[in-house]
């Protein structure tokens, strides 16, 4: 159990668009998804905090209206780099926590990671 | 002021040993939880292990073991019997009480199991 799923896996777009990148919870209910970012050979970044039906809550120094969040259901988040630059280049992951049920709550579970290339 | 430190840029094992991976963190919570994650060269993120801080007994899940020193405020990871698929990145990361569930991460350590 506890599977997250992330699409895509890559992605290569031009300078200027805007690519959305999805996080599924697969066999569990999400009440909370984090989007993290992570540079070559670093750690992981958290970018912002995402809860089913409400805002996303954004980490200092994210830009909200470059990496815009939805999370429209318990299964389901989005983030949309919007007019993608070659500096945004990078692994984004997104992770879940559980809602409830036999799982742990306090552990987040990660989905495979999107490879970002901004040319 | 780093929240999680692994002073291990690199550490090497040899297969069949146990390693030892240290953590250290800083927090002024009574509640927290602190976890280790395994990222192969993949990329995934996949979750290892957790000790809540008011966990009397350290965590054990197979191969693995957290040694948990509340008063040192130390969370090493133990790989028993380490294997060549165990070479990865490993992050230890600590959820604060009140953070919304957020995790902050070390800068982890690379073990590569030579044979």
């Known amino acids: 159990g506890a599977v997250v799923s992330q699409h895509p896996s890559w992605v290569i777009c031009k300078s200027g668009t805007s690519v959305k990148i999805e996080c599924r919870s697969l066999d569990f209910q999400a009440t909370t998804m984090f989007w993290y970012r992570q540079f070559p050979k670093q750690s992981l970044m958290l970018m912002a905090t995402s809860n089913e039906g409400s805002k996303a809550t954004y980490e200092q120094g994210v830009e909200k209206d470059k990496f815009l969040i939805n999370h429209a259901s318990l299964t389901l988040s989005t983030l949309t780099v919007t007019s993608a630059h070659p500096e945004d280049s990078s692994f984004y992951i997104c992770?879940?926590?559980?809602?409830?049920?036999?799982?742990?709550?306090?552990?987040?579970?990660f989905g495979p990671g999107t490879r970002l290339t901004v040319l | 002021a780093q929240k999680i430190t692994q002073t291990q840029p690199g550490m090497f094992v040899q297969e069949k040993e146990a390693v030892t991976l240290d953590c250290t963190y800083d927090?002024?919570?009574?509640?927290?939880?602190l976890f280790w994650y395994k990222q192969p060269s993949s990329g995934e993120m996949i979750f290892l292990i957790y000790q809540g801080s008011y966990d009397e007994q350290n965590a054990t899940e197979g191969r693995y073991s957290l040694n948990f020193q509340k008063a040192r405020k130390s969370a090493n990871l133990v790989i028993s019997a380490s294997q060549l698929g165990d070479s990865a990145m490993y992050f230890c990361?600590?959820?604060?009480?009140?953070?919304?569930?957020?995790?902050?991460f070390g800068k982890g350590t690379l073990l590569t199991v030579n044979p």
């Open positions: 990361a600590m959820r604060e009480g009140g953070s919304n569930y957020k995790l902050t």
């Open positions: 992770s879940a926590r559980v809602a409830g049920g036999p799982l742990p709550t306090d552990t987040q579970y």
């Open positions: 927090t002024s919570d009574q509640s927290y939880g």
